[in-house]
């Protein structure tokens, strides 16, 4: 598939957690009382999204119950940490899950978008990285997860949304950086593991120092040095199905044309009582940013 506009990867939890965090203290709701606080800061995020990267080209990906992780069953670890939470925190994530739920399966296919996945064992990294680096198009990957930066290629930039941060990563500035091909990512991950996975790497050794090992700039005198040497093939083995991007047994995804009309869009902001998106010039924005 080739295009001139932009498609815009958007890691959909990613962007549910960010909505959940925002809405934490607004309880909005559409005159059937469905609650939509967390979908109308979603679609509010796509909105401002659309207008900084000028597309209305929207690939939505999600990750799979967390029950049937692939990478979950072949390492139990893998991202225990986030299994951590109190009541009242499992309470609020259960609540977004159900919006974001409603979200995918409902809300934005009214609308008229078709790009929307969650494939059952996979993460939304896994389906992003697919798509950038098997089409032939101008893809921005929408998420701040490090990871990805291993798919950054010369018509695949990262989009870190995060209002702290709203920066842009280009495989040049990557490598400006780091000094290092993004496709060597994957090798320092898997050497220095991944803390927000708890995905653990040889003890001792940080991404810095993995990265001096990948340049052969350090000692070989030094004693992160031959940690690595001794347990590279080890952890290699551990780690290499837990980073790399797409898991090697995912078989993909395949794009097609969203069917996107003025009177879809229309209805569900309707239908979700979100009068604000149908204030004149902010409608005005909507209908350009999705060429409706």
């Known amino acids: 598939m080739q295009s001139n506009e932009k498609y815009l990867l958007i890691d ?4 549910g957690y960010a909505a959940m ?34 597309s ?17 069953k072949a390492y139990p670890k893998y991202k225990e940490k986030r299994d951590d939470l109190s009541d009242g925190e499992r309470q609020i994530r259960e ?23 969650q494939v059952k064992g996979f993460e939304a990294d896994d389906i992003i990285a697919y798509i950038a680096m098997h089409y032939d198009a101008d893809f921005v990957m929408v998420t701040a997860d490090n990871d990805l930066y291993q798919c950054l290629r010369d018509n695949v930039s990262m989009y870190d949304p995060d209002p702290r941060r709203l920066r842009t990563i280009t495989i040049d500035s990557f490598m400006e950086k780091y000094g290092i091909h993004p496709k060597k990512w994957r090798t320092v991950k898997v050497i220095a ?49 837990l980073v790399v991007l797409p898991h090697p047994s995912f078989s993909g995804v395949d794009l097609v044309e969203d069917e996107l009309t003025e009177q879809r ?16 010039e902010k409608w005005i924005e909507w209908r350009s940013i999705l060429n409706v």
Do not use: W
């Open 193 to 241: 593991g991944c803390d927000g996975d708890n995905v653990k790497g040889i003890q001792g050794v940080g991404t810095i120092t993995a990265i001096k090992y990948i340049k052969g700039i350090l000692p070989s005198h030094y004693k992160a040095y031959q940690k690595i040497r001794d347990h590279f093939d080890d952890i290699s083995e551990q780690n290499t199905p």
């Open 56 to 72: 209305g080209k929207f690939v939505f990906c999600f990750d799979s119950p967390r029950k049937y992780s692939l990478r979950k």
């Open 95 to 117: 609540a977004m899950h159900e919006q974001l739920n409603r979200l995918r399966k409902n809300i934005l296919p009214a609308m008229g978008f078709r790009n929307i996945f």
């Open 21 to 54: 965090f925002s809405m934490r203290d607004v309880d909005l709701t559409n005159h059937d009382g469905i609650r939509t606080g967390i979908i109308y800061n979603f679609l509010l995020r796509m909105y401002s999204l659309g207008i900084t990267h000028g």
């Open 12 to 15: 959909g939890g990613m962007l």
């Open 265 to 280: 869009i229309l209805d569900v902001f309707e239908d979700l009582d979100m009068k604000s998106f149908l204030d004149p």
